[in-house]
């Protein structure tokens, strides 16, 4: 019975290998890198389809190599929450984030967010009911990345915007579709400049910021690209650096450290991925306890302006 019931769920829910790795265009070890990444984030979502308890889920995650992994645990918060919008009660994903997802918290809620734009839920009514007022911003994160990795015609080349979002939600939709930008171009600096630039100006900041994380998670390239990548950026620079810097964070709260990451950030921020994580700690501590601003644009506005001394 449980084999059907997997049968049947990743017939539903499932996500073609073929939809999946549509966005490669070629045989390097840059595309054959992405490529493992999104696979990655795929076997982890299919993981959750095949036995979602988290005693049994978690072993077959954590078979994933260690650079790999916080992709499969950000595609099983993908499937969690698609189960949890399927089979309303319990919320898996909260469960998730409070026992084992926990180190990976930030790809948890990248997973969230990828699985709502999947079966085409709103994201604002879901962030409401998530506790952290700093991460859950990252639900929207994934939601962009989503779209722009799966309808790249509608979301990057003809730069739509979903019309429900509150003006913020769009802010940081567009810092995943930056993310996802780095994918579909395979990495390659031109074709990134070329895709931010037909965007709307005002678009163009948080965008690089995406682009920052992705350099700064996903990587597979070599330093020379990193160089270019930080001067073509030009005056969004610092801001796609604030990108490196929480991912910097994310990696060493998983404890899956990559020496993409330690790259990104000496070039990008300036300083080792150590430091970079240290200052995302002290980011966060000098959040206030509210205000009108967004919590996580605080944050990502207080970096901003610790990382423009590297640039100055």
């Not at 005693?55 to 190599?65: A, E, G, N, Q, S």
């Not at 967010?113 to 994934?142: H, I, K, N, S, T």
């Not at 790259?263 to 002290?282: F, I, K, T, Y």
Request: include cysteine.
């Amino acid at each position: 019975m449980s084999d059907l019931m997997s049968r049947l769920r990743r017939r539903v829910m499932g996500v073609p290998l073929a939809e999946a790795t549509a966005f490669s265009a070629g045989d390097t070890p840059t595309w054959r890198h992405l490529e493992a990444a999104v696979l990655a984030a795929v076997g982890g979502y299919h993981s959750v389809l095949d036995g979602s308890r988290l005693d049994d889920l978690i072993p077959r995650l954590d078979r994933t190599p260690l650079p790999l992994r916080g992709y499969a645990y950000e595609g099983a918060a993908m499937g969690l929450t698609g189960l949890d919008c399927f089979l309303p009660g319990r919320s898996r994903l909260k469960a998730y984030l409070a026992g084992p997802g926990a180190p990976h918290v930030y790809m948890v809620h990248i997973g969230a967010g990828e699985a709502l734009a999947r079966l085409r839920r709103r994201p604002e009514p879901f962030l409401a009911r998530l506790d952290d007022p700093v991460l859950r911003w990252l639900v929207m994160d994934g939601y962009g990345f989503h779209e722009g990795f799966f309808k790249p015609d509608r979301y990057v080349v003809r730069q739509g915007l979903p019309g429900h979002l509150s003006p913020y939600a769009r802010r940081v939709f567009d810092q995943g579709i930056g993310r996802s930008v780095w994918f579909t171009s395979g990495a390659d600096v031109n074709r990134i400049a070329e895709t931010i630039s037909r965007f709307p100006a005002g678009r163009h900041a948080d965008l690089w910021l995406g682009v920052g994380v992705a350099c700064g998670y996903v990587g597979g390239v070599e330093r020379s690209v990193v160089v270019e990548l930080r001067r073509v950026a030009g005056a969004h620079a610092p801001r796609m650096a604030v990108g490196t810097a929480f991912v910097a964070k994310g990696r060493q709260r998983a404890g899956n450290p990559v020496p993409d990451t330690d790259l990104a950030s000496e070039v990008l921020c300036g300083m080792p991925s150590e430091q970079a994580a240290r200052l995302v700690d002290e980011a966060f501590a000098a959040l206030p306890a509210g205000g009108s601003v967004p919590l996580y644009e605080v944050l990502q506005q207080w970096l901003q302006r610790e990382l423009s001394a590297a640039y100055r």
